[in-house]
C-alpha cells in the first residue's frame, strides 16, 4: 500500500500521505471496513463497506459509512480475505447462493490497494460497487481484478452532477464509456440516481 504514501487513486489527486494520517477528500487513512455482512440481494454475496468516499452527495445514503466512519477499522486483506470465504461457504451464504466478494461503501476506490490484495488472496469472483470517479489507471486495476462491477451514475450533465455530488462528471462518463467498451461482459449493472424534479 506504499502508493498511499502519495494518493492518486481517484481524479481529486489529493497526493496525501495516508500511510502518516493525511487525509485527502475521501477522509480516509488506512482503508478500513465498516460493516461486513452476507447481502442475498444479486448478486448474492459477502459485501465490505469500505469506509470514506470521493463525493458528497446530498442525501448520501450511506453517510455514516462514507464520512463518519468512527466504527471502521483496518481489517489485513488476508484476514479478511478469509472472513469472506469463510462466510461464502457457511450454510448461511450457501443458502443464498453467495458466490462472490463485493465491495462498495462509500467508494472502495479509495481503499483500492487493499481490495486488490484481497481479490488476489481469496482467488474468487468479485463485484466492484463504484461511483466511477477514478483515474484510468486504477479502472484499468479494477478491471483486472473484477468479475462484476455496478456503476452508479449520479447524473449526467455536469452542472447536475457537480451540484449532486460535488465533482464533475467528465471521469465517471469517461470510465463508463471506456468499460462498455473494452469490458462490457463485466458490467453487472448501471444504477442512477431519480430525484423527482430535479434529476
Same mark, same amino acid.
Given at each position: 500500500?506504499?502508493?498511499?504514501?502519495?494518493?492518486?487513486?481517484c481524479?481529486?489527486?489529493?497526493?496525501?500521505?495516508r500511510?502518516k *494520517?493525511?487525509?485527502?477528500?475521501?477522509?480516509?487513512?488506512?482503508?478500513?471496513?465498516?460493516?461486513?455482512?452476507?447481502?442475498?440481494?444479486?448478486?448474492?454475496?459477502?459485501? !465490505?463497506?469500505?469506509a470514506?468516499?470521493?463525493?458528497?452527495?446530498? *442525501?448520501?445514503q450511506?453517510?455514516?459509512?462514507?464520512?463518519l466512519?468512527?466504527?471502521?477499522?483496518?481489517?489485513?486483506?488476508?484476514?479478511? !480475505?478469509e472472513? *469472506?470465504?469463510?462466510?461464502?461457504?457457511?450454510?448461511?451464504g450457501?443458502?443464498?447462493?453467495?458466490?462472490?466478494?463485493?465491495?462498495? *461503501?462509500g467508494?472502495?476506490?479509495?481503499?483500492?490497494?487493499?481490495?486488490?490484495?484481497?481479490?488476489?488472496?481469496?482467488?474468487t469472483?468479485v463485484?466492484?460497487?463504484?461511483?466511477?470517479?477514478?483515474?484510468?489507471?486504477?479502472l484499468?486495476?479494477?478491471?483486472?481484478?473484477?468479475?462484476?462491477?455496478?456503476?452508479?451514475?449520479?447524473?449526467?450533465?455536469?452542472?447536475?452532477?457537480?451540484?449532486?455530488?460535488?465533482?464533475p462528471?467528465k471521469?465517471?462518463?469517461?470510465?463508463?464509456k471506456?468499460?462498455?467498451?473494452?469490458?462490457?461482459?463485466?458490467?453487472?449493472?448501471?444504477?442512477?440516481?431519480?430525484?423527482?424534479?430535479?434529476?
Amino acid at each position: 500500500m506504499k502508493e498511499l504514501e502519495s494518493c492518486q487513486l481517484c481524479e481529486w489527486r489529493c497526493n496525501v500521505n495516508r500511510l502518516k *494520517g493525511e487525509l485527502g477528500v475521501c477522509r480516509v487513512g488506512l482503508p478500513e471496513v465498516v460493516l461486513s455482512t452476507l447481502h442475498p440481494a444479486p448478486p448474492a454475496s459477502f459485501d !465490505a463497506f469500505m469506509a470514506g468516499c470521493n463525493f458528497k452527495c446530498l *442525501g448520501c445514503q450511506n453517510y455514516t459509512v462514507s464520512m463518519l466512519h468512527e466504527k471502521g477499522e483496518y481489517i489485513p486483506p488476508e484476514e479478511w !480475505a478469509e472472513l *469472506g470465504l469463510a462466510a461464502l461457504n457457511s450454510w448461511e451464504g450457501r443458502r443464498i447462493n453467495a458466490d462472490r466478494l463485493f465491495f462498495t *461503501g462509500g467508494e472502495p476506490t479509495c481503499s483500492l490497494p487493499w481490495v486488490e490484495a484481497v481479490a488476489d488472496y481469496a482467488n474468487t469472483k468479485v463485484n466492484f460497487d463504484t461511483n466511477g470517479f477514478m483515474t484510468a489507471d486504477s479502472l484499468e486495476r479494477v478491471l483486472a481484478f473484477s468479475d462484476s462491477l455496478t456503476f452508479d451514475i449520479k447524473a449526467f450533465s455536469d452542472d447536475m452532477h457537480r451540484l449532486l455530488t460535488g465533482a464533475p462528471s467528465k471521469p465517471v462518463l469517461r470510465n463508463v464509456k471506456y468499460t462498455v467498451e473494452n469490458a462490457l461482459e463485466k458490467v453487472y449493472e448501471f444504477r442512477v440516481v431519480v430525484i423527482p424534479g430535479l434529476v
